[in-house]
């Protein structure tokens, strides 16, 4: 079976995330920050009237961080009104599931449980956003 997948950048490193889980991308915009937020939050924003709490994910996963860029892109999520900061975005690719191969890195494989390897030899680690998700619905409580 063929997974579909849109490959972004968080510190010129490549992710996946399956196209089933996207609503929508969209150029990213400065957040509101709320009180007592993690790190990563940053803040909610407004898409067409409705509340989105953004999450950055290269504060999120411990990457580098320079601050916003012109590049940086908003996925917002179609499983839960959340949006996703990434630095931005290269394109699609169908990977057929015979080829995903667990990830070894202990510390990462809940978030990022599968990778690809991409023609030119690039390992593009894959996001679950189910346990994204419940990760950092668990910072609040």
Do not use: H
Not at 35 to 46: C, Q, S, V
């Amino acid at each position: 079976m063929k997974i579909e997948l849109i490959v972004f950048y968080v510190a010129n490193q490549p992710y996946a995330i399956s196209f089933n889980e996207i609503e929508e991308i969209q150029t990213s915009k400065k957040g509101t920050p709320l009180p007592f937020a993690e790190e990563w939050d940053e803040g909610l924003i407004t898409i067409r009237g409705s509340l989105y709490p953004l999450v950055n994910l290269r504060k999120l996963m411990a990457v580098s961080y320079d601050g916003p860029k012109d590049t940086d892109k908003m996925i917002l999520l179609s499983r839960a009104r959340v949006a996703l900061l990434v630095d931005e975005l290269d394109n699609t690719a169908i990977v057929d599931e015979s080829d995903l191969r667990e990830n070894p890195e202990v510390n990462s494989r809940d978030i990022l449980p599968n990778a690809f390897e991409t023609d030119g030899g690039k390992i593009v680690p894959i996001v679950n956003v189910e346990t994204l998700l419940a990760y950092t619905r668990s910072s609040y409580v």
